[in-house]
């Protein structure tokens, strides 16, 4: 067990030392649990659920102005018919292959 000391700010900030820092892999923008325990405060580095790890990865595309209706609307039908179509196209091989037919001979 080792004994480190920080000052309070103003703000109620403290500082981890570095060294403390460095041996539990603390970093920038890791979030930190305060435990109370009677007159004592227990500090602990959380883990995070998959949730907490990935929050905010999609900031970078918050500045990406969004789709007005219509297009959104055309993009969806567009996949929805490219994905149907791929449907079709396998129901056809699957058909072929069990009918003995093959899929890749001239018509």
Same mark, same amino acid.
Do not use: C
């Given at each position: 067990?080792?004994?480190?000391?920080?000052?309070? &700010?103003?703000? /109620?900030?403290?500082?981890?030392?570095?060294? =403390?820092?460095?041996?539990?892999?603390?970093?920038?923008?890791?979030?930190?649990?305060?435990?109370?325990?009677? !007159?004592?405060?227990?500090?602990?580095?959380?883990?995070?659920?998959?949730?907490?790890?990935?929050?905010?990865? /999609?900031?970078?595309?918050?500045?990406?102005?969004? =789709?007005?209706?219509?297009?959104?609307?055309?993009?969806?039908?567009?996949?929805?018919?490219?994905?149907?179509?791929?449907?079709?196209?396998?129901?056809?091989? !699957?058909?072929?292959?069990?009918?003995?037919?093959?899929? &890749?001979?001239?018509?």
């Amino acid at each position: 067990m080792s004994f480190h000391t920080s000052v309070v &700010t103003r703000k /109620g900030q403290i500082t981890i030392p570095a060294d =403390l820092r460095r041996e539990l892999g603390i970093t920038i923008g890791d979030q930190i649990d305060f435990e109370r325990d009677g !007159d004592r405060i227990r500090l602990e580095k959380r883990s995070g659920s998959i949730v907490d790890r990935i929050f905010g990865i /999609g900031r970078p595309y918050a500045q990406i102005p969004p =789709l007005d209706p219509a297009e959104e609307g055309r993009l969806y039908e567009e996949a929805v018919a490219e994905e149907n179509w791929a449907d079709l196209e396998q129901q056809r091989r !699957d058909w072929e292959r069990e009918n003995g037919r093959d899929s &890749t001979a001239s018509v």
